[in-house]
Protein backbone atom coordinates (compact mmCIF):
# COMPACT_ATOMS: atom_id res chain seq x y z
CA UNK A 1 0.00 0.00 0.00
CA UNK A 2 1.23 3.42 -1.34
CA UNK A 3 1.46 6.72 1.20
CA UNK A 4 -1.74 8.09 -0.42
CA UNK A 5 -3.60 4.90 0.42
CA UNK A 6 -2.20 4.57 3.87
CA UNK A 7 -3.37 7.94 4.52
CA UNK A 8 -6.72 7.18 3.73
CA UNK A 9 -6.89 4.14 6.36
CA UNK A 10 -5.66 6.80 9.66
CA UNK A 11 -7.24 9.06 12.01
CA UNK A 12 -5.90 12.47 12.87
CA UNK A 13 -5.79 13.34 16.57
CA UNK A 14 -4.29 15.62 18.89
CA UNK A 15 -2.19 15.87 21.60
CA UNK A 16 -0.82 18.75 24.23
CA UNK A 17 2.80 18.32 24.68
CA UNK A 18 5.18 20.70 26.74
CA UNK A 19 7.60 22.93 24.45
CA UNK A 20 10.58 20.67 25.47
CA UNK A 21 8.82 17.52 24.31
CA UNK A 22 7.88 19.58 21.31
CA UNK A 23 11.43 20.58 20.55
CA UNK A 24 12.94 17.25 21.25
CA UNK A 25 9.97 15.27 18.57
CA UNK A 26 10.93 18.18 16.10
CA UNK A 27 14.80 17.63 16.93
CA UNK A 28 14.28 13.81 16.01
CA UNK A 29 12.60 13.95 13.37
CA UNK A 30 14.79 16.36 11.19
CA UNK A 31 17.68 14.44 12.64
CA UNK A 32 15.96 11.23 10.93
CA UNK A 33 14.37 13.18 8.16
CA UNK A 34 11.35 11.90 9.05
CA UNK A 35 7.40 13.79 9.48
CA UNK A 36 6.68 14.61 13.52
CA UNK A 37 3.26 12.50 12.30
CA UNK A 38 5.58 9.44 11.14
CA UNK A 39 7.81 10.16 14.53
CA UNK A 40 4.83 10.00 16.50
CA UNK A 41 3.29 7.08 15.42
CA UNK A 42 6.53 4.93 16.32
CA UNK A 43 6.64 6.10 19.35
CA UNK A 44 3.19 5.09 19.77
CA UNK A 45 3.29 1.70 18.49
CA UNK A 46 6.30 1.12 20.59
CA UNK A 47 4.77 2.50 23.36
CA UNK A 48 1.23 1.20 22.89
CA UNK A 49 2.92 -2.31 20.69
CA UNK A 50 2.10 -3.48 17.24
CA UNK A 51 -1.17 -4.73 16.10
CA UNK A 52 0.90 -8.12 15.67
CA UNK A 53 0.43 -9.03 19.47
CA UNK A 54 4.11 -7.58 20.05
CA UNK A 55 4.24 -7.45 23.99
CA UNK A 56 4.00 -4.04 25.34
CA UNK A 57 7.44 -2.07 26.23
CA UNK A 58 7.67 -1.52 30.25
CA UNK A 59 7.46 2.49 31.10
CA UNK A 60 10.84 3.48 30.78
CA UNK A 61 12.01 4.54 34.16
CA UNK A 62 8.15 4.39 35.67
CA UNK A 63 8.10 4.79 39.43
CA UNK A 64 10.90 5.55 42.00
CA UNK A 65 14.16 4.19 41.14
CA UNK A 66 16.11 6.42 42.47
CA UNK A 67 17.80 6.96 39.09
CA UNK A 68 18.25 10.56 37.66
CA UNK A 69 19.38 9.94 33.97
CA UNK A 70 16.44 8.06 32.85
CA UNK A 71 15.62 11.23 29.56
CA UNK A 72 19.69 11.04 29.28
CA UNK A 73 19.43 7.14 28.49
CA UNK A 74 15.71 6.96 27.31
CA UNK A 75 17.41 4.94 23.71
CA UNK A 76 19.60 2.58 26.00
CA UNK A 77 16.86 1.86 28.18
CA UNK A 78 14.08 1.00 25.24
CA UNK A 79 16.95 -1.00 23.53
CA UNK A 80 17.20 -3.23 25.98
CA UNK A 81 13.25 -3.74 26.88
CA UNK A 82 13.16 -4.32 22.68
CA UNK A 83 15.96 -7.11 23.20
CA UNK A 84 14.18 -8.85 26.41
Known sequence: MDAPDMLAYMRR?????????????????????????????????AYLGQSTGRRRLQAAGAGSGGRTDISERIEEILAGEVGR
Open 13 to 45: TTVKISDALDARLRHEARRRNLTISEITREALE
